[in-house]
């Protein structure tokens, strides 16, 4: 049995906001906990506005791609961060919930993916301090931003 937690960002096409959560989880992790991302509807790549800007971050998203969201990923994590996919989102005994109201990056400038970016990198660092509270994070890849 894994003893690393397991976390799931859980969005409509999983093209922006879950990806974006997880690939900043993994970065800032160091292995230490396990990210997954997945959406209800899943799209058929990720939005290219997002992969963009993280990319511009440092941060490679050239593996990243939609995943359907199912009750199996949810049941095999600890918790299951919801980002815009209420209602449809299934439901799990056990696992806990958290929803984090970000904007959609879908389409947008970069300054407004950016401004997106940040808000999920301040929530995922702050996840991180609470899920593992030994972690020493590296510095935010928004340093200079």
Known sequence: MNDRPQIVFACVRNGGRSVAA???TEHYAGGRVVAVSAGTQPGEHIHPEVADVLNKL???TSKEHPKLLTRETIAASNLA?????????PYVPGVKYVDWPVDDPGGQDEATVR???ADIDTRVRRLLVELVPDIELPPSVLGQS
């Open 22 to 24: 997880r690939v900043l």
């Open 58 to 60: 440092g941060l490679d």
């Open 81 to 89: 961060i919801t980002l815009g996919c209420g209602e449809e989102c």
């Open 115 to 117: 401004r997106i970016v």
